[in-house]
């Protein structure tokens, strides 16, 4: 069959790769879109007054959320359309199902948005300021995608949308996620280990959530052993640090909430007893 059904796999176009390495660490393009970030989380809590009466905030969040969706749907439709890394083998298309963490952090931010959903908001979080900060450090999935190329641009709205996502939230809604409820995420991240681990079994070359093996670059991910359970426990007691170290601020709060009300309730007895 040709003609209008033929694919150009590893297409070199916008749309496609580099046939040699194009995107380096610690380069401009690497740092660009994280500064770019860290701008945009300064000027909403700056103007986050201004932000919530403006009449059409309403309209931000979803064009916010709107934005990650379509980011999603396109790196599917340019998966389709070049291939993926080169081969030309349909079959292999299946080693890209959207059972990755960063993939479904974008879902949940864009409905967080749009639903102001305090119950998202907690996932998000914790997953977005923990896993999902790693890939902004080590981008290794996007060493053959420079700036020339649109998959440059869908790894960083993918990856940096949601974390600001959550900040929006935080500075002009005030949301706040607590350690109290810290089993969603827990919750989320265990059902999405479990397919992973089952298409990883049951997919040629799969590699899932990175949890049948490392990934192409320099990665973290790198780092682990190769035994599957082994790498299973390593990342359970990596997401235990990371989500204790971020619930490490409320809960110091509050162990000094609770010295500060002991210490007033003992000096109220000790004056009652004078």
């Not at 064009?63 to 790196?75: K, Q, R, S, T, W």
């Not at 869908?154 to 990856?159: D, L």
């Not at 409820?181 to 089952?198: C, D, E, H, S």
Request: proline share 4%; glycine share 6%.
């Amino acid at each position: 069959m040709s003609g209008a059904f033929e694919y150009k796999f590893y297409n070199e176009g916008f749309f496609g790769y580099s046939t040699e390495q194009d995107f380096r660490y610690w380069s401009l393009a690497h740092f660009l879109p994280i500064i770019l970030l860290g701008v945009a989380i300064f000027l909403t809590f700056k103007y986050k007054d201004k932000i919530r009466s403006f009449k059409h905030e309403e309209t931000l969040r979803f064009i916010l959320g709107g934005l990650m969706i379509f980011n999603e749907a396109f790196y599917y439709w340019r998966l389709l359309y070049v291939g993926n890394g080169g081969s030309a083998d349909p079959k292999q298309l299946l080693t890209y199902l959207p059972l990755q963490v960063c993939e479904w952090t974008a879902w949940l931010a864009a409905f967080m948005l749009m639903k102001k959903s305090r119950h998202l908001y907690d996932i998000c979080f914790y997953v977005s300021l923990t896993l999902g900060l790693i890939p902004l450090f080590t981008p290794a999935v996007i060493m053959q995608a420079g700036p020339g190329y649109a998959r440059y641009y869908q790894f960083w709205i993918e990856h940096l949308v949601p974390i600001y996502a959550i900040f929006y939230m935080m500075a002009v809604h005030n949301f706040r996620a607590s350690y109290k409820r810290v089993y969603k995420p827990f919750a989320m991240l265990g059902i999405l280990a479990t397919f992973a681990i089952i298409a990883n079994t049951k997919i040629e070359n799969a590699n899932f959530m990175y949890l049948a093996s490392g990934t192409d670059g320099d990665s973290i991910a790198n780092l682990l052993p190769e035994s599957i359970p082994v790498r299973i426990l390593l990342y359970l007691g990596i997401l235990i640090v990371l989500f204790a170290l971020l619930s490490l601020p409320e809960i110091l709060s509050e162990i000094k909430k609770k010295r500060s009300a002991n210490t007033k309730q003992i000096e109220c007895t000790e004056k009652t007893q004078e």
